[in-house]
């Protein structure tokens, strides 16, 4: 979740007495207490209330070797072996001895092989490459053995630096000539390992540790704490993205609801940063720069542009680029509120059906001045859409990936009549049942909740407790995202002040405490929460999820909670509204598109292998390019909606006016306020633009859950639906 757990004051108390459950120490530095510290915390503090044993010190070496060398490219199996064989059952003791030597060993012997490869690339670089043989690369090297010895290594990097020389002599934006720009970015590589001084070198071997018990406990430094608060404060001056380092790139982890990136539309998770320039500047490369360095490039004063070259998260050739400009803005908790639109459209017989929806980027909550919350929020909008007499709503939780937990618990609350929302469990196995004390119900007819991989953690309460209930359908992606984690943050200076040191300088870990379990009692980890009804969508991959982390936490049960399913499930009708949407999904050209591309990116994740031949490289680019322009043609030609969309926020949710977004097909260029019931009299050239050779907005996903809500709605109503009036 986003939002920062705090502790009780039982629970430190706690901590506080398990981190001076140390035998007498002798002097240390700072950065040996902090080591101790972290080490004690993890055993005792963590979830798991895993022991570091010899066990955890297997996982934690390798887990450091990776860190280090993500891509298996740099050590040889020989080189992990020997480590394995000096450090694989020791290293858990060398931290609970505030011993730092293996942290230092290991990096020492990863700079030696990162400049004999370095010098090695650039023998590489100037003999001639052949780029027409039949050879082939692994596209990802995450998963395949280490190289067994230097001579392995060789052929390997050969075949590297070749895809990477016919990267850049494919790439329609060059920066600079292939072996000049190669051989830059590997100096800078060199550097930036050089660079690492002994504290940011502890940083990564304590990061290593609290990745060994999951992939949501870390260590943060000094910096690190101050940029995460600068992200919980959503006040940052930059584009809205949060990224992290993945074999040398930049790669989009996530989008900041409201921000520019997402605002944009551009950028997607998994896309990977190649470049960056500074307004109309030539690019940067930045592969294989420090992740901080990047961010720097990226940031910057409010109004003013930057550009992304980036690799797209679904090219199948990563020759592919494309150009991203966005204007930096100021990223506020106003730009993640909730909103709402009131969409008119026909169902099966022609006649007008007026549904809502209500787009959720985050669970929200004003902590300090209680004056904002998500739940008072929506209780506003859904009150206009009520005054509207919406005949069904929609919430969209697609790329809303956590936040407050209490205010998940509360907007459940809002749907349903008072009893059991999550249920949390504890390191020491007890379970706290959260519930909706209000008997009160916002909103009682057809609802559905529209998810995808990137729905994550409150999100997943929410919609596990609706589904849960048989209060909603659950419709979008396989399964939601699957963290079903807590962490805290603990300050690592309160602890390494009781054991003789302090310093402002020590960090914090962020720490993995407890686990969410729906009132059905299967738990939200690992396997998020599965739709009633799947549509196609390319981000629903098992690589964008809990489970492609490594030392994920497991799925469990606890006991089910008492809780009372509401009287009218949409599950009734589950069958039938399948089969509807199964038979629109058939016949909609968007999802064909979609569900080829799927086919085609699961292939090559399969294969994980790619030509280094430029025939064959060539020819695969150009048909990706026919195939895209081919698309546009029919998407304009094809007949468009017949939806109109009037945008409701919470500055106009009182005025009798509302904005129209969309006319049948066309996105609104003129912003024009008018009443909803006046729809079908309004202008087509009072709202959109005059531009017929742009695309429609296009959201299949967005329109096919509008058609299953109009099925449930048809479906609950029976025959009166046909009646259905759109006046307020």
């Known amino acids: 979740m986003k939002s920062t757990f705090r502790p009780s004051l039982a629970f430190t108390a706690a901590v506080l007495t398990c981190a001076l459950a140390v035998q007498p120490l002798q002097a240390k530095s700072d950065l040996e207490q902090v080591a101790v510290s972290v080490g004690r915390l993890l055993e005792e503090g963590h979830y798991t209330q895993q022991p570091l044993n010899d066990e955890v010190s297997k996982k934690f070496l390798r887990t450091y070797l990776e860190l280090l060398d993500f891509s298996h490219l740099f050590f040889t199996q020989k080189d992990v072996d020997a480590l394995y064989a000096k450090y694989g059952t020791s290293i858990d003791d060398d931290v609970l001895l505030g011993n730092l030597k293996p942290a230092f060993e290991i990096y020492e012997l990863y700079q030696k092989r990162v400049d004999d490869r370095v010098a090695k690339v650039k023998e590489l670089l100037n003999q001639p490459v052949d780029f027409k043989n039949d050879a082939t690369i692994e596209l990802s090297r995450q998963k395949v053995p280490w190289p067994k010895d230097e001579a392995e290594a060789d052929a390997i990097w050969r075949n590297r630096v070749a895809n990477e020389l016919l990267q850049e002599h494919l790439s329609e934006h060059p920066i600079e000539p292939g072996p000049q720009l190669i051989a830059r970015r590997y100096d800078r590589l ?23 018990y999951d992939p949501h406990s870390e260590y943060l430094s000094k910096a690190d704490l101050k940029n995460f608060s600068i992200n919980m404060g959503l006040s940052l001056v930059g584009i809205g993205a949060m990224l992290r380092t993945e074999d040398g790139y930049a790669k989009i982890e996530s989008l900041v609801a409201g921000g520019p990136a997402q605002k944009h539309g551009g950028l997607k998770v998994g896309d990977r940063i190649t470049a960056v320039a500074q307004g109309a500047a030539e690019f940067a490369d930045v592969r294989d720069l420090r992740l901080d360095k990047v961010v720097e490039q990226i940031r910057g004063k409010k109004g003013t542009k930057v550009r992304l070259l980036v690799i797209p998260a679904d090219a199948p050739d990563p020759s592919k680029r494309k150009t991203i400009e966005l204007v930096r803005d100021e990223i506020k908790l106003k730009d993640q509120e909730a909103r709402a639109d009131i969409i008119i459209k026909k169902d099966a017989n022609g006649a007008p059906v007026k549904l809502g929806w209500i787009t959720l980027p985050s669970f929200y909550a004003d902590m300090d001045k209680h004056q904002k919350s998500t739940t008072k929020d929506v209780l506003a909008l859904l009150k206009r859409l009520k005054k509207e007499n919406v005949t069904g709503l929609i919430v969209d939780l697609r790329r809303n990936g956590g936040g407050s937990l209490e205010e998940a618990i509360a907007l459940t609350g809002l749907f ?5 929302v999550v249920q949390t469990k504890g390191s020491n196995g007890n379970i706290v049942v959260s519930s909706d004390p209000d008997p009160g119900v916002a909103y009682g007819g057809p609802l559905v909740v529209l998810t995808s991989r990137q729905s994550a953690s409150a999100s997943e309460i929410f919609a596990a407790a609706l589904q849960d209930y048989g209060r909603a359908l659950v419709v979008g992606d396989k399964k939601t995202f699957g963290k079903g984690t807590v962490q805290t943050i603990l300050e690592i200076g309160r602890f390494t002040s009781l054991l003789g040191s302090s310093s402002q300088e020590d960090g914090a870990l962020k720490l993995t405490i407890q686990k969410f379990y729906r009132v059905a009692g299967g738990s939200t980890q690992l396997n998020g929460v599965a739709s009633d009804i799947v549509l196609p969508s390319l981000s629903d991959l098992p690589e964008f999820g809990e489970g492609a982390l490594k030392n994920a936490l497991p799925y469990d049960e606890v006991a089910k909670a008492k809780y009372t399913k509401w009287p009218e499930s949409p599950q009734v009708f589950l069958d039938e509204l399948k089969r509807r ?32 031949n430029e025939d064959v490289r060539r020819a695969e680019l150009a048909e990706d390019k026919l195939r895209k322009e081919a698309r546009s043609k029919d998407r304009l030609a094809r007949a468009a909606g017949d939806a109109h969309i009037y945008r409701v926020t919470l500055d106009t949710v009182d005025k009798p006016n509302l904005q129209l977004i969309m006319f049948p097909g066309k996105v609104a260029a003129v912003k024009k306020d008018v009443a909803p019931e006046a729809a079908d009299d309004a202008d087509e050239s009072d709202v959109i633009g005059d531009d017929a050779t742009k695309e429609p907005a296009l959201d299949p996903m967005r329109d096919e859950a509008l058609n299953i809500l109009g099925d449930l709605v048809s479906l609950t109503q029976g025959p009166k639906t046909a009646s259905a009036t759109t006046k307020p």
């Open 416 to 420: 349903l009549k008072s009893g059991p």
């Open 581 to 612: 949407s199964e038979a629109r999904v058939k016949e909609n050209p968007e999802f064909h598109y979609v569900m080829e591309d799927m086919q085609r990116l699961r292939q090559k994740l399969d294969e994980n292998r790619i030509s280094l």
């Open 190 to 212: 060199m550097r930036n390992v050089h660079e690492e001084d002994k504290p940011e070198q502890v940083k990564l071997f304590l990061a290593a540790l609290a990745q060994t």
